[in-house]
């Protein structure tokens, strides 16, 4: 008789499955979950790599759905045992309005802590972010704290303020009594920048890399570190997560965890740069190119560009007043809350994530390789 917690017996929903971070999840909870009977894929957007996954012993099941249709994330929870909840609008370029962004955001982790409860699912993992805890609007430096680190986290941004109220409603959810009388367990993790294979912005900085001949141009003071932390290892702490969350649930209920690994501490765009040069880019300057109050107003000016264009096409550059304060601002993180609790290790070495990125880059379209 197959050991109880090898047999496939469990039934997962991912939100956000086919998103950056949710493709990890899904491509690993496929490979290390033994348990795993069904996996629901939940998205606004279906992506059509799904189709290759259906072909294993794990029944996938690809739901289209919307998180603010609290009927629709209830129809997709029922019967399932574990939810892990990334789906959202990681939007500070001002592509989504700020209405928008709370109503998926928050509302959309209310309706499935609401859909948890309706429907007896006990285990809610939440993605949470780093930014739930700061840059702060003053700009203070966090530098190598943890998750008991006291900071004066102040938000003005839609992004950063709705990650703070769905955690907070995530965290409060914890304890309260589901469709069967048992309690509901939950979790926030809170990753730092993440980066990988399928990372937007990284590809938005080769592309621009590429459209000025192979340079990019320093714009923030290299002492400024900024935590970074592979997408497989992100994925990993959620799949470790939903694994001990039920057995662990008195020390791991309503805990909140950075994600972290043994990426370096470096600025913004050095750190890219671990990936760019060997893809053939070189970032000009050892110091930033233009000082920074002028950084500052074409932060405005872009901000101004975007109000008066918007009627007529979206323009969202990298540079605004927001990216320019979060990418000028230290906020690292050195902790192992996640090993004591639950003995989260990272998967993949530094090493073999910058190797895992710089491939993804180079395999890139367009690529210069
Ligand atoms: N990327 C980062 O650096 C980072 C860092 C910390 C936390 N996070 C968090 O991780 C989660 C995933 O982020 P990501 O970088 O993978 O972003 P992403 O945009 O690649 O993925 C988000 C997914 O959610 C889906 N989605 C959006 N609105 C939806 C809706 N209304 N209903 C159903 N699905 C919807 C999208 O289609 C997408 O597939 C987010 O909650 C984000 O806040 C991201
Ligand atoms: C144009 C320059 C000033 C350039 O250096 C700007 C970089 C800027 C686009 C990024 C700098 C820091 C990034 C954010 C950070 O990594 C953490 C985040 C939390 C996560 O939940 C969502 C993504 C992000 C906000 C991330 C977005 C890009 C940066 C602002």
């Known amino acids: 008789m197959a050991d109880s917690a090898q047999v496939p017996a469990l039934v997962y929903l991912v939100t956000g499955g086919c998103g950056f971070l949710g493709e990890h999840i899904v491509r690993m909870l496929l490979e290390w979950e033994p348990r795993l009977r069904e996996l629901r894929v939940f998205d606004l957007h279906l992506s059509s790599w799904l189709e290759e996954l259906k072909t294993g012993p794990v029944q996938v099941t ?181 694994r001990e969350l039920e057995q662990r649930a008195a020390l791991m209920g309503g805990q909140v965890y950075f994600c972290y690994d043994k990426s370096p501490y470096k600025s913004y765009e050095d750190f890219n740069m671990e990936f760019l040069s060997p893809c053939g880019l070189r970032l000009i300057g050892t110091h930033p190119l233009l000082p920074y109050w002028l950084l500052v107003l074409l932060a405005a000016l872009n901000a101004l560009l975007q109000w008066l264009l918007r009627p007529l096409v979206l323009y969202t550059p990298l540079l605004n007043p927001y990216t320019l304060a979060v990418a000028n601002t230290t906020f690292t993180v050195s902790t192992n809350k996640a090993q004591r609790h639950f003995g989260y290790k990272p998967l993949f070495s530094w090493e073999e994530s910058r190797a895992r990125t710089i491939h993804w880059v180079q395999a890139m379209e367009g690529s210069a390789w």
């Open 62 to 242: 690809a739901i289209q759905g919307d998180v603010t249709q609290a009927h629709e994330v209830a129809a997709a929870m029922a019967g399932s045992h574990v939810v892990i909840h990334t789906a959202g609008l990681v939007d500070v370029f001002g592509k989504a309005s700020p209405e928008t962004i709370h109503k998926v955001n928050v509302q959309g982790t209310q309706n499935v802590i609401d859909a948890c409860v309706q429907t007896g699912t006990r285990l809610l993992v939440y993605t949470s972010s780093m930014e739930v805890v700061g840059p702060n609007v003053k700009g203070h430096p966090f530098y190598r704290g943890n998750e008991d680190t006291p900071y004066e986290a102040i938000h003005r941004h839609p992004y950063p303020c709705s990650k703070a109220l769905a955690e907070q409603l995530v965290l409060e959810a914890n304890g309260r009594k589901v469709n069967g009388g048992l309690p509901l367990v939950t979790c926030a993790l809170r990753p730092t920048g993440i980066y990988g294979e399928g990372h937007q912005v990284m590809r938005d900085f080769y592309h621009q890399g590429l459209r000025f001949g192979g340079r990019l141009f320093r714009a923030i003071p290299a002492s400024v570190e900024h935590g970074r932390v592979y997408v497989g290892n992100v994925a990993w702490m959620h799949i470790l997560v939903a």
